[in-house]
Each structure stands twice: as C-alpha cells, then as structure tokens.
C-alpha cells in the first residue's frame, strides 16, 4: 500500500495511516473518500483531500479505478497463522473460494486491534466483496467500521450480535473435556486458558472448566488457574508453575493443542511420566496433536469444516441467497489418546 513521494529531495512513503493520522479521521473515512463509496461530510472530505495533498499521497491502481460492483476477492483477517488452528481453517475457506472463483487476501493480525483496524482499512480501499474474521473478540472499534463500510462479514470462532458466525460450543467442550479428565478419578485438576479478554475462547472454556469442577462439589482454585496465550511457550511456562505448587496438579486441561505440547515438553523435563504422574488434555485436535510422543488426548474441533461453511455461508449472503441461522454451531469430540 505504501507509494514512494519526494519530499526535500529524498524518497518518503506514505500510507492510507499518515492520511488518516493527518487529517484526525479513521483511515475508514480516508478510504471512502478515495473511493467515494459513501458519503463523507464536506469538511472531513475537505481535511482528507488537504492531507492527502499535503502528503503527496498516491492511492493504488485498485483504489484509483472505477468502482466495480463486484470484484469477486474477500479478506481473511487470522489473529495467528502460525498457530496450527488456523491454516487447516484457511485451507476450508479457500477451497470454497475456489470454487466460487473468489480470490483471497490474507491478513494476520498478531491479536492487535491496531492491526485490526488498519488491515480493514486497506481490505476496503481493496474493495474486497466480503471478509471472513478469524478469533473471538471484534472490537468496539472495528465493529463501527465494519458497520459503516457495508461490508459482508463472517465470524470464526467468536459471536457479535448481528454477524453471521461458525463455532463451536467452547464452553460445554472445555466442560466435557474436564469431565473426561473427572471420570479418570482426578480431583486436582490445573487448567492454562487461553487469552482473558477473548469472551469465546478464553473465557468460555475457563467457565466449562469452573462448571465441570462445581457440579463434583469441587472447590476451584486460584493457583490451578493459569492464563495462557495459545503458543507453546505459554504452555510450557503454565506447566512449569503448576508443576512447582506443593501439592502439584495430576491432571491439566490446557486450551489449545500448541500449549498442551509445551506443558508436556516442561512435564517431562522435570522428570515427570505422563500420565502416570500428570495425564494433559488439549484442545483443537490439530495435525501434530496424534504425531508427539505422548499423543496428545485433545478436544476435535471440525477446523477445516469451519472455514468451508464460513465461506459458503458469505458467497450465500453475496448472491442473496437464504442463509437460514446465521450463528452456525458444530459439533465436536473428545479424542483420548496417550497422554490421558
């Protein structure tokens, strides 16, 4: 998106963000008033034209052309294409784009509702048909945008009032896990969540787990609650503490298959067997769960099912077609392997 400006002589980029942080508007406004696909008032359309030319700013070859009512392109927005979860997602998305004969643009967003916003930005002066967002939370800001650019949108993984989603129930399955691990006859049962402030998986598996514990009349507490972040680090480190409690955990129910390898990884280093000492459950089922040693006992999420029907569900909404429940919930399985 950058274009190359001379400025006193020497080569200066400038993007859609330096015209929006110029002008003191969201690079939203700054993109409708490129593509004039909605209407701006005149005087913020007056401050974006002057930074603009202020600027030297260049709008791209896509953003410079007539408008089309179609071109057949959506965007991806994935928190973390290096997390296992989210190709086999992708790969269900592309395929039905594929067949439909959409092309994709793909934007990771490393969780950064920054990030968020200006990858939105920039899919839109794409004039991308419809976008597929990945994760659990939409933000307060981004959901502004996403209203006002009139653009299509699909959830993964997540729910807002009003968009269309594909998920699964996280907190039964983070309940059914837990279970799983309760009929083993464990009692001490250590948990590393994913992010907080994601209501879907974060929080709602947090909550399975609370409700699977209290429901056997056991008290949850503090120091088995630990936050994790979805990667393997995080696991490894969430297990390290667990491990080192006086009285340590024989069982933990780890939030994504990448943390539950890390915390088997510190298990195991400490001179601990799994699970004679400490039995793990994770959850995603993704590819490399079934391949470590232990393999891994795990929650089965329909991963590429879930970008398949993300994507149907979007082509229906752009062909106008019956879309039926617009919050679509699938199924899941507990998967027991070595490790329990």
Do not use: W
Request: proline share 4%; glycine share 8%; charged share 30%.
């Amino acid at each position: 998106m950058d274009e190359e400006v001379e400025e006193r002589g020497s080569l200066v980029k400038f993007n859609i963000k330096d015209v929006a942080q110029k002008a003191g508007v969201s690079i939203s406004t700054v993109s409708r008033v490129i593509n004039s696909s909605k209407p701006v008032k005149q005087k913020t359309k007056d401050k974006v034209l002057d930074a603009i030319e202020e600027l030297g700013y260049r709008p791209n070859a896509i953003a410079r052309s007539l408008k089309v009512k179609h071109t057949k392109s959506i965007g991806i927005m994935t928190p973390d294409i290096a997390n296992q979860f989210y190709p086999e997602v992708v790969r269900g998305i592309e395929d039905v784009a594929n067949m439909y004969e959409y092309s994709i643009f793909l934007c990771n967003t490393d969780l950064n509702e920054e990030k968020e916003l200006q990858y939105f930005a920039e899919l839109e002066e794409k004039q991308i048909d419809g976008l597929i967002f990945l994760g659990n939370h939409v933000s307060k800001e981004l959901r502004n945008e996403m209203e006002s650019a009139d653009i299509p949108v699909v959830l993964i993984g997540g729910k807002a009032t009003g968009i269309p989603s594909v998920t699964i129930n996280n907190e039964k399955a983070a309940k059914d896990a837990v279970d799983f691990l309760l009929n083993r006859n464990h009692r001490r049962i250590g948990i590393i969540t994913g992010k907080m402030k994601d209501p879907m998986m974060g929080q709602a598996r947090l909550k399975g787990y609370q409700k699977a514990l209290e429901e056997k009349g056991i008290e949850v507490k503090e120091e088995l609650v630990i936050e994790g972040g979805y990667r393997y680090k995080s696991g490894y480190d969430g297990a390290k503490r667990l491990m080192a409690l006086k009285v340590p955990p024989t069982a933990i129910f780890v939030c994504s298959d990448e943390m539950a390898i890390g915390a088997c990884r510190a298990i195991l280093e400490d001179g601990h067997e799994i699970p004679k000492d400490v039995a793990i459950v994770g959850f995603d089922n993704v590819d490399i769960s079934g391949k470590v040693y232990p393999s891994l006992s795990t929650i089965g999420q329909p991963m590429y099912e879930m970008g398949a029907i993300a994507m149907r569900l979007l082509t229906k909404i752009l062909h106008n077609e019956s879309i039926g429940a617009s919050d679509i919930v699938l199924d899941y399985e507990v998967i027991e392997r070595e490790s329990t």
